[in-house]
């Protein structure tokens, strides 16, 4: 059995920075890319940053120069460090992970959630 739990969020005024933490355990064989993504209320899911198992970053616009993605392969764990942040950036962040388990079966996987607020 594989979980991925999420760690990391709260409350957090405009300009303020953040570190969301990302962790899979158990049967684990290979984990392949990892990802952010966000879903605000009334809105779609959407991608944050993701980064593969050999450190090539992906960001959406929205978020290049302020957020952080990166990852312990030893620990399993993707983090997302993220500085200036906006009101707009409130959300629920998800982690999900590809990953290749010893049940000898790939699928994503994904967290539970955790959120962040930007507010004064």
């Known amino acids: 059995q594989v979980h991925v739990v999420e760690s990391g969020g709260g409350l957090v005024q405009p300009g303020g920075s953040l570190r969301l933490s990302c962790a899979a355990s158990g049967s684990i064989y290979v984990i392949y890319d990892m990802g952010w993504f966000r879903q605000a209320p009334g809105k779609q899911r959407e991608l944050v940053a993701t980064?593969?198992?050999?450190?090539?970053?992906n960001y959406v616009d929205s978020v290049k120069g302020r957020f952080t993605i990166s990852r312990d392969n030893a620990k399993n764990t993707v983090y997302l460090q993220m500085n200036s942040l906006k009101p707009e950036d409130t959300a629920v962040y998800y982690c999900?992970?590809?990953?290749?388990?010893?049940?000898?079966?790939?699928?994503?996987?994904w967290g539970q959630g955790t959120q962040v607020t930007v507010s004064s």
């Open positions: 999900n992970a590809d990953i290749f388990s010893r049940s000898l079966s790939r699928r994503l996987y």
């Open positions: 980064i593969t198992s050999t450190g090539t970053i």
